[in-house]
């Protein structure tokens, strides 16, 4: 019997490398990145994948389906030619999927924002959409790891998530950033453009401190599907990335407000986000 598999990850997670060490001499490939000309793309897809299971082939669909909508289009054109369909659920966290990203070259690289975006509208698969099997995935450096998956009964409580303290705005390095005289590359690039990375800022402020528990949690976070393994607490804005891009502007604003408990500018935020 021919077989459906659905990848299901964010962009960055692995995905098409796992396809290509998995399944590459017995499935067919198919997605819409390889139709970015096309205004038909969802059309041609699900043709495609007729076409292959008609003919008796399997077939991978290697895209981000991310939405019980995305995924639901799929499973019935499985379920229409009587094929098994299979899920893997990629875990690979928003900043390790930016930092792949940023090592991809030409239309292989995506926009950062696409990534954020994927993670807001992702929706943990189950198996009362249709699949007759789900597997979790860890891709880490083209290894893969496959664990049992089962979203309905509390999947999540299997993965860990790093809360991160904040670092400190009111030292000798924090200093050096608020001065608009500073020249160095870390200030330049603060005052311009997009920002820096919330997690660079905090490792330069605290040091060996901060950067070494980033390290850690980014080594060991094991998140559910579409979420950081590790968030930043921020005075004033709750949970953060660490990937996501700070202006002088924002970490200003961080210096106004006191880590306490007693300070609900800090609090309010932080309750809301955890």
Same mark, same amino acid.
Request: proline share 2%; charged share 35%.
């Given at each position: 019997m021919a077989e459906l598999v659905i990848l299901i990850g964010l962009p960055g997670a692995g995905k098409t490398t796992f396809y290509r060490t998995r399944f590459a001499p017995t499935h +067919?490939?198919?997605?819409? @990145?390889?139709? /970015?000309? *096309? %205004? @038909?793309?969802?059309? %041609?897809?699900? =043709?495609?994948?007729?076409? =292959?299971? +008609? =003919?008796? /082939?399997?077939?991978?669909?290697?895209n981000v389906n991310a939405t019980v909508a995305d995924r639901a289009a799929l499973i019935q054109a499985g379920r229409r030619r009587r094929a098994g369909v299979v899920g893997y659920v990629f875990?690979? @966290?928003? =900043?390790?999927?930016?930092? /792949?990203? %940023?090592? *991809?070259?030409? %239309?292989? *690289?995506?926009?950062? +924002?696409a990534i954020r975006a994927a993670a807001k509208r992702f929706q943990r698969p189950t198996h009362a959409e249709g699949f007759d099997r789900l597997e979790r995935v860890r891709a880490e450096v083209d290894r893969f790891e496959l664990m049992p998956y089962d979203g309905e009964l509390g999947d999540d409580a299997a993965g860990t998530i790093f809360l991160l303290s904040p670092a400190s705005t009111s030292g000798e390095r924090a200093t050096l950033l608020f001065n608009d005289r500073s020249s160095f590359p870390l200030a330049a690039k603060l005052r311009r453009g997009p920002g820096v990375a919330l997690g660079e800022i905090f490792s330069f402020l605290s040091s060996l401190y901060f950067r070494g528990k980033l390290t850690y949690a980014q080594a060991f976070g094991r998140p559910p599907a579409g979420l950081c393994g590790a968030f930043v607490i921020t005075p004033g804005e709750g949970l953060r990335d660490p990937a996501e891009r700070v202006t002088i502007g924002r970490l200003r604003q961080y210096a106004e407000i006191r880590v306490k408990s007693t300070e609900p500018r800090y609090l309010a935020p932080l309750g809301r986000d955890a």
């Open positions: +067919v490939h198919v997605s819409k @990145d390889l139709m /970015r000309n *096309r %205004r @038909d793309r969802q059309q %041609r897809q699900l =043709a495609l994948i007729d076409e =292959a299971l +008609v =003919a008796g /082939r399997s077939v991978v669909v290697d875990t690979t @966290d928003v =900043a390790e999927c930016g930092r /792949r990203n %940023r090592g *991809r070259v030409g %239309r292989e *690289r995506v926009p950062g +924002v």
